[in-house]
């Protein structure tokens, strides 16, 4: 019974390495711009064939779904902030802009092109929104549905991609400068919330 149960774990932990390894050769394959992501490809990046691919998510598009929800998974994990550390929430997010910025930049122009782009930007629209929505829930708190909304848009807008490339990359700031420029505007924003 006990080697049973072995080999039941066994299997598990070795089909949840798979799943590991396709995701992340999808992900990677996908920050590299190629966003068809052909099965054959991501199979040989993940050293598995696309039978077995197909067998761990069914379908391409099931390969594209698990990838995407996976990506916003380690989005959402990077870029969390306590409530109310607007310091730590501008940190997190200049941090992720320095690394993902330029690709996200990049994504955002061929967004109406191509369908699989423009999910991921209205995911990660709306994933920055509930991020601004739970660090600055302190700023928000207590104010009516309206004012909410107004006040979440700028704090949103502060902190967003086209903020950060117009400091970093038209106006040539450092990334300490850049981030210190986004926590000023982030804190005025704040300011009028008190």
Known sequence: MATRAYEQVA?????????RAVLDAALSLFEQEHY??????VAERAGVS??????????????LEAAMAEGE?????SRAAPPGDAATAVRRLVDHYEQMGDGVLR??????RLPILRRVIENGT??????????FAPDLDG?????RKRRA??????????VWALLRRRHGLSRKETEAAIRGLVDHARGESR
């Open 143 to 147: 104010l009516g549905t309206r004012e």
């Open 107 to 112: 994504r955002l122009a061929e967004a109406e």
């Open 73 to 77: 998974t380690r989005v959402a994990r």
């Open 153 to 162: 848009a700028l704090l949103a807008s502060v902190t967003d991609v086209y």
């Open 36 to 41: 068809d992501l052909p099965l054959d490809l």
């Open 11 to 19: 299997r598990a932990e070795a089909t949840e390495r798979t799943r």
């Open 126 to 135: 709306r994933m920055h929104l509930e991020l601004v929505e739970e660090a």
């Open 50 to 63: 696309t039978r077995t691919l197909l067998r761990h998510f069914g379908s391409k598009d099931g390969m």
